[in-house]
């Protein structure tokens, strides 16, 4: 019995000895917290795609004859890819971004020039900016600026059309939100002017600009390397 009681007293001081090492690699028993979403770090190249809409104005004008269409609406879908890199430096982000889309902008008049229209459309358009953002924890609001570029598609009612490729400049302000690993959303507006495309004689009958400009709003989801 006193062999028993000396072997049970020393059990049972091992297993009060190895007890705090068992317990320290036990999972606690309640689940951990969740992640608290800390800062995101812009740094890096990123890729992504984007949509949204786009509606503005376009306006014939001949000098020659003094005769124009006044301005009238276009408007249109867009649909396009991304591609960027961002600095960041303390809270300010450094970016230089640049995106192509396809477009479905397109407006006439008909009042001026009769019932087919003066008809102005875009095909696609792209922008080249420079980006300068401010990181708040997960989320970055920023402004941006550089050259626009697109197509302006003329077609007079006589029938028959010409296209002419433009190099303008855009502007504009966003906001873009890491929501989770390497992905963030965007939401942003650009102003875009393409400036004047002409006409040519042979196609409109006479010599006439046509200019475009256009507001664009529009959302995307970007993946940062």
């Not at 941006?144 to 598609?153: A, R, T």
């Not at 906001?175 to 963030?184: C, D, L, V, Y």
């Not at 475009?212 to 995307?220: C, E, H, K, L, Y």
Request: proline share 5%; aromatic share 12%; glycine share 18%.
């Amino acid at each position: 019995m006193k062999r028993l009681t000396l072997a049970t007293c020393a059990g049972l001081l091992a297993a009060a000895t190895a007890l705090p090492s068992f317990a320290a690699d036990m999972p606690i028993g309640y689940p951990p917290p969740p992640m608290s979403g800390g800062p995101f770090y812009w740094t890096g190249f990123y890729i992504g795609i984007n949509g949204g809409y786009g509606f503005g104005t376009s306006q014939w004008t001949a000098p020659a004859p003094g005769f124009t269409t006044g301005s009238f609406d276009i408007d249109g879908g867009l649909f396009g890819g991304t591609i960027g890199y961002n600095q960041q430096m303390g809270t300010w982000v450094l970016g230089l971004e640049g995106d192509g889309a396809a477009s479905w902008m397109q407006g006439s008049d008909t009042a001026t020039c009769g019932t087919f229209g003066c008809d102005t459309s875009n095909s696609w358009l792209g922008t080249v900016r420079g980006r300068f953002g401010y990181a708040v924890g997960r989320v970055m609001p920023f402004i941006s600026g550089g050259l626009g570029l697109g197509d302006i598609k003329m077609t007079p009612p006589g029938g028959g059309s010409v296209t002419s490729t433009q190099v303008g400049w855009t502007a504009g302000a966003g906001i873009e939100f890491a929501i989770m690993g390497a992905w963030s959303l965007k939401a942003e507006y650009l102003y875009l002017d393409l400036g004047k495309a002409t006409c040519d004689a042979a196609t409109c009958g006479v010599s006439t600009d046509v200019d475009f400009r256009s507001n664009i709003v529009r959302a995307g989801i970007n993946y940062h390397f």
